[in-house]
């Protein structure tokens, strides 16, 4: 909100400077960007009067000027303005002015004719391309026929005015008008500012409610009302209008709308007019859209409406996006002679909703949204008919049309002196106290230590005592309460048992080689459906950053996969990532999704770098596998973990990819990425793996402590089987622990062969066998004995030939 200095002096006498201001607002209530004068850094701009414009005798479009500036000789100035012509008040840049964007003017000569200064525009002496009149968009702008020659510009135009930018919270909507900051200010102050008044005369011939019916949905707009002015004339409003427009950063567009926005301004009440001639029918319409409804807005773009969109409508058609935006089809122009003036109360979920939807987020969506003062909308309503029957020398027809009016009931709250002074840690008295409710101008009754507040409709940001503790330490001054130390009970701070496996989890897989990478939680929905270890529904946005970010993740590969196409892309053959984060599931008709820990990994290329001594080994399943094991067995889980070939996952390799299970729970799967998959993110061979870390913390884990190593010797056995080739690895290793009797330690498989020299459809395993006994030294007869157990059972079990 910019508020003019001007402009609140009407409100409040103030003797003080406006950056002092300014500081005093930004440590009592909202933050201050700036405090600044349109004139900044500009001078030596002065009024001036066209006596002659001549025609340049070598251009075709650039004019001799005499222009008096108050001086004792007309100034000559070359001009290329279209709009120039003779007995104009013009601004007038003297030769040495400056003016914006740190120019200065020097004498000159143009196609050879001497120009001593320069005739402006708006646009070239500081303002805003949006909010210069668009009257004036290719020339110069001609001011007031009694403006005095050589005086200057700066007051005319309202540039010599203190200009305090406030930043407004979410909360303090109801400083997005001059009547709210002036209570605001007041309250600083401890002065009671005049609110504007006006003489409304209702002298038309004809009753509002004989020229409008409504039909208005009370959950849309628990308040709806109209006025009627007719007999308008629409033309450029008056300066002192303009200047209050402009100096709020808004365009003058005619005496009609640019009174709904000075309403707007003052009371931070949004208003829209309409052209009642141009309504299809005088019976108003506050609803819902239909869905697929079309709407021309004031700029011009025909807007598809959903039916979550509230409208304004007559009998035919949708008219004006409710709050947000009017209709092209009755807007206001030269011709309009009768006003239609709304003032209402909309549902701010549904502007905000509609606003972000159609990214139409103008000044009425934006005071919509963050609310307005209900006890001045019929003023704000009488207050625009009278301004606008003045300006455009019209007549107020009869009476108020009401389609809505919900009451308002203020808010009451009560807080006791203790608890003020125990919450801020002061020492206040009930005096005190009640004179900052009173500067606040919130009625109050207290009994020296009750107070029992009626908290006026303007602050509907205050609803119970923890608001009235805020006003209370505000107003009084955050720099006065006394600064105290916390006390209490000193209590050792810990991570939580998850957070410690997490972190432990990534302190491991760093110490495997890879590197973290954390990606977008947003994707497209064809990628979050990717490599899913569960059933789910997507979920999407309903107002996404863009089409790559449309659904929440249900996988963290996909997003691994993206961040390897990118480095590849440049050039980095070996890459090994992962990521801990949440992947989000959603069941059935659910609102919000299940968040759950995964962590996952992706690795194409090598893990090391070739070396004089040895080669790069690039990555394969059992590399990836080892990784994972290496994760696994450093969580501890009670419950044994096991692997098992799966072609369930379709964009994994079928015959390189496994679930990973602790007992009898699947957590994740490892595998190889499918070629086609691959070929689609553009990466070569790349191998990954995801497991369900929520599930690994959930499930029972082993205490974990040390063990001294024994010192007694250990017996090895080795031996080598011939199996049919669907016997697994992992089967007869889980045979060998079950048989393998109490000392058995290790079991390590060391060779494997299929070649020509076995029978066809059999493979040779070879293993090692560790036993060690820590109590004793193994006697070789026992060994002996447990080895012949695991022999018999391979040969019974697997039909194994020992070889």
Not at 14 to 21: G, K, R, S
Not at 135 to 160: C, H, Q, R, T, W
Not at 633 to 660: F, N, V
Request: net charge negative; proline share 4%.
């Amino acid at each position: 909100m910019k508020v003019s200095m001007d402009w609140l002096n009407e409100y409040l006498t103030l003797d003080v400077d406006p950056q002092t201001l300014g500081e005093k607002i930004e440590r009592t209530a909202v933050e201050v960007d700036q405090v600044y004068k349109m004139s900044d850094g500009m001078s030596k701009l002065v009024v001036g009067e066209t006596l002659s414009v001549e025609p340049h005798p070598d251009s075709d479009h650039l004019h001799i000027c005499k222009v008096d500036v108050g001086e004792d000789e007309p100034l000559q100035i070359v001009c290329g303005a279209p709009n120039v012509a003779t007995g104009q008040k013009v601004i007038v840049a003297l030769p040495g002015a400056w003016i914006a964007g740190h120019h200065k003017i020097k004498k000159s000569k143009m196609r050879g004719v001497a120009s001593n200064g320069m005739l402006c525009a708006l646009q070239e002496i500081g303002f805003d391309e949006k909010i210069a009149p668009k009257a004036y968009d290719e020339g110069i702008y001609i001011l007031p026929a009694d403006s005095k020659n050589g005086s200057s510009v700066f007051p005319i135009l309202g540039m010599d005015d203190d200009i305090v930018e406030t930043d407004l919270t979410p909360n303090r909507g109801d400083m997005n008008s001059m009547n709210g900051t002036a209570w605001e200010v007041g309250a600083i102050y401890g002065k009671t500012p005049k609110m504007p008044t006006f003489s409304l005369n209702e002298d038309g011939s004809r009753k509002v409610s004989d020229l409008l019916q409504f039909s208005v949905d009370e959950t849309l707009a628990p308040t709806y009302k109209m006025r009627i002015v007719s007999g308008v004339t629409i033309q450029d409003s008056p300066l002192w209008l303009q200047k209050r427009l402009w100096e709020a950063g808004m365009r003058p567009i005619n005496n009609i709308v640019d009174v709904t926005n000075y309403i707007m301004l003052t009371y931070g009440q949004p208003l829209h007019a309409f052209d009642y001639d141009k309504l299809s029918s005088h019976h108003i319409h506050v609803r819902l859209a239909d869905e697929g409804e079309h709407l021309t807005t004031l700029d011009g773009e025909d807007r598809k409406l959903r039916d979550s969109d509230m409208v304004i409508a007559d009998d035919k058609h949708a008219i004006a996006l409710a709050g947000t935006m009017g209709g092209l089809d009755t807007e206001i122009d030269d011709n309009t002679t009768t006003i239609a003036i709304e003032s209402a109360i909309f549902d701010p979920i549904k502007i905000r909703k509609t606003a972000r939807f159609f990214n139409l987020h103008s000044e009425a969506s934006m005071r919509f949204e963050r609310g307005v003062n209900k006890d001045d909308n019929q003023n704000a309503l009488d207050h625009a008919a009278a301004l606008m029957a003045k300006l455009g020398q019209g007549q107020t027809e009869h009476g108020t049309g009401v389609g809505s009016d919900t009451p308002v009931e203020p808010a009451k709250v009560s807080v006791t002196l203790t608890r003020i002074n125990h919450v801020l840690g002061t020492q206040l008295t009930a005096d005190q106290v009640q004179t900052i409710f009173d500067h606040l101008n919130f009625p109050t009754d207290n009994d020296g230590e009750t107070f029992n507040v009626t908290v006026p409709a303007r602050r509907w940001d205050i609803h119970i005592e923890a608001d009235l503790f805020e006003e209370v330490a505000r107003l009084y001054g955050y720099d006065n309460i006394p600064s105290t130390l916390p006390y209490g009970t000193m209590t050792p701070g810990a991570l939580t048992f998850k957070q410690r496996i997490i972190r432990d989890s990534r302190r491991l897989l760093e110490g495997a080689g890879l590197n973290q990478a954390i990606s977008y939680a947003l994707t497209t929905t064809a990628k979050a459906e990717q490599f899913m270890m569960r059933d789910s529904e997507p979920t999407e946005l309903a107002f996404p950053m863009s089409t790559d970010h449309t659904t929440a993740r249900m996988n963290l590969i996909s997003g691994l996969l993206d961040d390897i196409a990118y480095n590849v892309a440049r050039k980095q053959k070996n890459v090994a990532l992962y990521e801990q984060g949440r992947v989000f599931y959603r069941e059935g008709d659910a609102i919000r999704p299940l968040e759950v820990e995964h962590i996952a990994g992706a690795v194409a290329g090598t893990l090391t770098n070739k070396t004089w001594h040895a080669e790069a080994d690039t990555i394969d399943f059992y590399g990836i596998k080892g990784i994972v094991d290496l994760f696994l067995h450093d969580m501890g889980l009670s419950e044994p973990i096991h692997y098992e070939a799966t072609q369930a996952h379709a964009q994994m390799h079928p015959g390189r990819t496994a679930d990973i299970y602790v007992g009898d729970q699947v957590v994740g799967f490892v595998g190889q990425v499918h070629p086609e998959v691959a070929s689609d993110y553009k990466i070569p061979d790349t191998y990954v793996f995801e497991l369900n870390l929520q599930a690994l913390i959930d499930a029972p884990h082993d205490q974990q402590q040390y063990e001294p190593i024994s010192k007694f010797p250990d017996v090895t056995r080795d031996i080598a089987i011939l199996v049919d080739q669907s016997v697994t690895n992992a089967d007869v290793v889980a045979l060998i622990n079950k048989r393998g009797g109490a000392h058995l330690a290790d079991v390590q498989l060391f060779d494997v062969y299929e070649g020509v020299h076995l029978p066809a459809g059999k493979k040779s395993l070879a293993y090692t066998l560790t036993y060690r006994d820590r109590q004793a030294t193994l006697v070789e007869a026992d060994v002996t004995k447990a080895f012949d157990k695991v022999t018999a059972a391979l040969e019974k079990e697997f039909d194994a030939e020992i070889r």
